[in-house]
């Protein structure tokens, strides 16, 4: 299985709303991370997590919050955010901490109302 | 902050012909990847070249890279419809754990029938 699996794929929210992405992967890879992606821009790294640990935080707003649950899974938590944040969001995974080749997922259009 | 830069932004050309992008980036890096992304779905990898590695085949692209003047380019030859996309080259800088990917501004390219 290669595949990245993310969901929902169309999330509408809110301002006030509490929701969260999902991300699954079966590759056994150790590294994941979150992407946002505004149109016809490239992808903006967001977090990192190695060995389920999080291990790059690029000051990302409160309002994000992740959380790996375990070695295949990864959250992202919303809350109370802003229009501004209408985006899609792309998850990945890597074999590991260093320079791999990174696998996308499809990932999630989130628009917030 | 973004260090790549892509040029052309936007590509059109024909079924058969020859297509080439280019990428700029400011640090000194571990590795380049490019990547393909179809209209508002997940990034694909295409090739990954080593910075100690000048140019790298696969299939019907062929990736330069030149360190000295830190540039990089995609050659992809008799292009298909199929290739319609936008491509992005993404860099790891030197001295990290090659986690941090760093996205190019991306080329769109357009493959006409």
Known sequence: DTEVTQTPKHLVMGMTNKKSLKCEQHMGHRAMYWYKQKAKKPPELMFVYSYEKLSINESVPSRFSPECPNSSLLNLHLHALQPEDSALYLCASSPGWKAYEQYFGPGTRLTVT | ?113
Request: proline share 2%; charged share 20%.
């Open chain 2, 1 to 113: 902050s973004q260090q790549g830069e892509e040029d052309p932004q936007a590509l059109s050309i024909q079924e058969g012909e020859n297509a080439t992008m280019n990428c700029s980036y400011k640090t000194s890096i571990n590795n380049l990847q490019w990547y393909r992304q179809n209209s508002g779905r997940g990034l694909v990898h295409l090739i990954l070249i080593r910075s100690n590695e000048r140019e790298k085949h696969s299939g019907r692209l062929r990736v330069t890279l030149d360190t000295s003047k830190k540039s990089s380019s995609l050659l992809i030859t008799a292009s298909r419809a199929a290739d319609t996309a936008s491509y992005f080259c993404a860099t790891d800088a030197l001295g990290t754990s090659g986690s941090r990917l760093t996205f190019g501004e991306g080329t769109q390219l357009t493959v006409n029938p």
